[in-house]
């Protein structure tokens, strides 16, 4: 980051250059790559995390590409997501997932590759799962935490963008998770009530 | 529009289906369709435009698609803006440009097909031109009028997105016009000073 006062920073006019083959952004302010040792509390079963650590070596799950925006009401942040294809025993690779900050604030998603869903849950349980492929927009309200995942063979990509002001709290869905989760059965992807919500840290 | 109090109005999760290739939304809230008949003062060229209207009739210069969204601060808007391609005289086909009600509210377009540019320019006249082609996204910071101008021979296709509360003032610029604009020389896109300037009511 650099050593800004956030709310005095001007941006000018800008363009970035984006493949939307791969989602990589050419001149990123910001690149985060998630692993999977990095990730191990938030899968159903942990025996099959340490089982695909063994077989196929620490991952990455997901990465987001980024531009650096003055965080600041009024203003846009966007990002590109890309969640790489897999499976921790039958449940399918996704992101942390993460309320906003700021509660009150929404996001939307324009897939552009790809094959998923969108899981929206609210501390109340509430609950959607919207489909995401390639020209599908979902809009994500606030006080929804959220989170993709990809149920296909190739990465899921997508242009994420929200308020300028509304952060991350990821802390919330470490600990205690969503109430949902999304995996694998019969060869499709099937919603079921998270038996570990609560309690991921355990 | 509904009949709802726009800062009470909940929206829940959706998804919205549309079509990257043509840019037309499935089931749209809104769509704005900008015929010549009903531009006629923002071009360089009045005989042009005469001539235009004469020729190939009232045509639809661009269109947009969008959802219904809450016009409140932490909420996003979006839409799907298609520039149709054209020129009336020298001067390719764009859009009326606006700026922001508020002012210091950021937008950024997503290019889906096309090839265009954006004209991003403040009151004092400061300007900036970034270029528009798929895969592209462009920075639209606030206190930017803001206009697509489409030099492609198909139509320029965006996702637009915007902060909730921005609104639009489409006023100054029906008035005043932009102090710049893009027409074609020699075959090729060039930035000019629009000597209508200040009085594109005249």
Redesign the interface.
């Known amino acids: 980051m650099k050593p800004v006062v956030e709310d005095k920073m ?11 083959k791969d989602g990589v952004m050419d001149n990123p302010d910001n690149h985060i790559e998630r692993y999977l040792k990095n990730l191990t509390n938030m899968w159903i079963d942990k025996n099959a995390v340490e089982q695909y650590l063994k077989e196929y070596g620490n991952t990455l799950v997901y990465e987001v590409y980024e ?1 650096e ?1 003055p965080h600041r ?4 942040q ?1 990002c590109s997501s890309i969640t790489h294809p897999g499976k921790i025993g039958k449940e399918y690779f996704m992101t942390k997932g993460h309320f906003h900050a ?1 509660r ?5 998603y ?1 897939c552009l590759l790809g094959k998923g869903y ?1 899981l ?1 849950e609210k501390e109340d349980g509430e609950f ?1 799962l ?3 492929y ?9 006080h ?1 935490a959220h989170r993709s995942i990809n149920v296909g063979e190739n990465a899921l990509i997508s ?1 994420a ?4 002001d ?1 952060g991350h709290d990821y802390g919330s869905i470490e600990t205690s998770g969503f109430k949902h989760a999304v995996i694998e059965k019969d060869g499709k992807p099937r919603i079921i009530e998270n038996p570990r919500f609560g309690k991921m840290l355990e």
Chains 1, 2 share one sequence.
Not at 134 to 142: A, I, L, S
Not at 161 to 164: I, L
């Open positions: 001007v941006v000018e006019p800008f363009s970035v250059g984006w493949d939307p531009k925006i009401d009024g203003e846009i966007f700021r009150d604030t929404a996001e939307i324009y969108m929206m959607y919207e489909e995401m390639p020209g599908r927009t979902v809009y994500v309200p606030g929804y242009l963008v929200y308020a300028g509304a």
